[in-house]
């Protein structure tokens, strides 16, 4: 199933840069295919082009020209940070279905052409000025979260991630389909030594957005948290509630992922195709939580019956159907239902400081930047296992 995190209801910032420079269409050359188990990374050498396109200042970025439009491999001046700005040398960037609001243009008041991708992953290689307590030379990573406006009344609450004026990379400008990109430093988590680039890159989208959710989610450990769709944001979802100590359920269609839901972490498993999801939670004492990864309001109805007293349902997945619930049913045990964003900068960092603790990892397939159009189609069409990770090993 496609993932899809974001609150679509967050707003647009300042409108973001424009491309500048003329785009020349390159050869993506030699296809290449890898599949990364967790922790490894697959590394070429430096090739001669990427020697001489950096000399004069220019890099490979994967661009759409216009909503709907193909995404094209072109060549793009080097960006450069300005005040409170870095650049970043990315070295993975993950592929989102998020990304499609940019390559279809559904984004409102979104200006091509534009550079997809925000789950990234790199080195700060430029710092502009202004900037204090980040340096050239260190591992960061530009999440969902693409900067705060510090303005807005979320903002002067603290609830950062809900800022009215959001900027998110990839849509309020360029993103991470690219050798390289320009982020506000508010937008920078720091990344940890043990986690490569690609396994860094999905925890800053998939990974924060069902992390941080799980750990605000009230329930403490021991407790029953279900996890209800086994995907791109599921699976990730069923080793952070095991990690974090709840009592796992994973919950999915076909008993296809049973075994991979066990070997993920999770302490139970329901086929929803063919068992009662809520009479098996309620055997199991009821969910505290509920994690709602699918896209589906249709698949998240039924769940409601087997939340605890107290328990939530916490709406990840994306979709723009009605979620069924009756007033006594949330009234009677004092249920909610609740939405939840991904988080900002500093919860993208805890949450890849957690993942290095604890030893979760994405599984991904990486695919090089040339391949990108190949990547975002695989990824639109739920073929990934579970997602795919561009990298510009060139570079290297
Ligand atoms: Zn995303
Ligand atoms: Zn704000």
């Known amino acids: 199933m496609a993932d899809v995190p974001h609150e679509l209801s967050a707003q647009i910032g300042d409108g973001g840069e424009d491309a500048t420079g003329d785009d020349v269409a390159l050869d993506p050359g030699e296809p290449q295919f890898d599949l990364v188990e967790p922790g490894r990374v697959s590394r070429r050498e430096v090739q001669p082009d990427t020697i001489k396109r950096r000399a004069m200042g220019k890099m490979r970025a994967v661009q759409v020209a216009q909503g709907g439009g193909a995404l094209e491999l072109v060549e793009r001046e080097m960006p450069e940070p300005t005040q409170g700005e870095v650049r970043v040398r990315v070295e993975a960037c993950g592929v989102c279905h998020s990304d499609s609001l940019t390559v279809e243009g559904q984004w409102p008041g979104l200006s091509f052409p534009r550079i997809p991708g925000h789950e990234i992953a790199g080195i700060i290689d430029a710092v502009g000025t202004g900037v204090v307590g980040w340096s050239a030379g260190q591992r960061v990573g530009v999440g969902w979260f693409g900067g705060h406006c510090g303005r807005c009344e979320p903002c002067r609450r603290g609830w950062l991630i809900d800022c009215r004026n959001l900027r998110i990379p990839g849509i309020s400008y360029d993103g991470g389909y690219a050798d390289a990109m320009v982020a506000p430093a508010d937008a920078l988590a720091a990344m940890p030594d043990q986690l490569s680039a690609v396994d860094a890159a ?81 055997r199991l004492g009821g969910a505290r939580a509920v994690l709602a990864t699918v896209t589906s309001a249709k698949a998240m109805t039924p769940v409601i019956e087997g939340l605890a007293v ?30 939840h964003a991904a988080g900002a900068s500093i919860d993208s960092q805890d949450t890849l400081g957690f993942s290095a603790l604890s030893g979760v990892r994405p599984m991904i397939e990486t695919m090089p930047l040339s391949r990108a159009p190949e990547a975002y189609a695989r990824m639109m069409r739920a073929e990934a296992r579970f997602r795919m990770v561009l990298t510009m090993a060139e570079q290297h």
Not at 239 to 245: C, D, E, P, R, V
């Open 202 to 282: 999905p925890l800053l989208c998939a990974g924060v957005t069902t992390f941080n959710a799980l750990r605000h989610s009230g329930a403490m450990p021991g407790d029953v948290v279900a996890v209800l769709g086994i995907g791109g944001l599921g699976h990730l979802g069923v080793q952070f509630a095991n990690k974090l100590g709840f009592c796992t359920v994973a919950i999915a269609r076909g008993s296809d992922k049973e075994a991979l839901s066990r070997n993920l972490g999770a302490h139970h498993f329901i086929d929803s195709a063919t068992e009662d999801v809520a009479a098996k939670l309620n």
């Open 310 to 339: 107290r328990g939530r349902l916490i709406v990840v997945g994306v979709d723009v159907e009605p979620i069924e619930v009756s007033p006594l049913q949330l009234i009677g045990a004092s249920r909610s239902v609740v939405g």
